[in-house]
């Protein structure tokens, strides 16, 4: 009795620890190569987008990279943002009112919305697709999007290192992290040692 459940225990937590690791591998993940894609798809398709000259803008300037920021946080390090932008005029300080500002997006979440160039955010430890996009007094996204990738990692007790990799104007269209042949085969893996612990389970105490 007590061999059979020893033995499909240990088939029931191979099989999820399997499983476990396949959802993992299906979280999103920032891919150096798609940066501004990736921040494009999370933008309205039919926004505005003006080309030329006189179309507004947005580049981030900073943080730079190899940043040490030194403090205490234990989550969120607060990190220093600077913005360029073009043909777009930013009120440059709060407002309630509705102005032209700035979101700052981690991943695929709006992380923040600003009125100037210059802002401090928290930023959780970790590796981020960090994007800039311009909106306008309707809290409407406007033109192009810039982005970076960005790594927040600690240094000691009481600093944290920030790494920047700009974005890659060149880069290629995504591509899913995991193949859909490699879940399916993680999937039936997992489903198969549960069945073959139970199915010894059951020879090894014929009686239960």
């Known amino acids: ?24 591998a299906q979280t999103p993940t920032p891919n150096p190569d798609t940066l501004l894609q990736d921040c494009s798809r999370n933008l ?17 300037l900073a943080p730079e990279s190899q ?7 234990t989550t969120l ?4 943002f600077k913005v360029e932008v073009q043909n777009w005029k930013l009120p440059g300080f709060y407002t309630d009112d509705p102005a032209p500002h700035w979101h700052l997006w981690l991943n695929d979440s709006v ?16 590796t981020w697709r960090i994007c800039a996009s311009l909106g ?5 996204d406007v033109g192009m999007p810039d ?21 890659d104007t060149a880069a290629t269209p995504p591509q899913s992290t995991v193949e859909p042949t490699a879940v399916l085969v993680i999937t039936t893996l997992g489903f198969l040692v549960v069945t073959v612990g139970f199915v010894v389970g059951r020879r090894a105490n014929p009686s239960r």
Do not use: C
């Open 1 to 24: 009795m007590l061999r059979k459940r020893f033995i499909i225990n240990i088939a029931f937590a191979i099989g999820i620890s399997l499983i476990s690791v396949m959802v993992r």
């Open 44 to 60: 309205a398709a039919a926004r505005p987008i003006s080309t030329g000259p006189d179309a507004p803008s947005i580049k981030i």
């Open 67 to 73: 940043t040490v920021i030194v403090g205490d946080a």
């Open 77 to 80: 390090v607060d990190v220093d």
């Open 111 to 126: 992380w923040g919305m600003f009125y100037q160039t210059g802002v401090l955010s928290g930023i959780p430890y970790g």
């Open 136 to 140: 306008d007094e309707n809290h409407m």
């Open 147 to 167: 982005a970076i990738l960005l790594t927040v990692e600690k240094r000691g007790s009481q600093a944290a290192v920030v790494t920047v990799q700009a974005t």
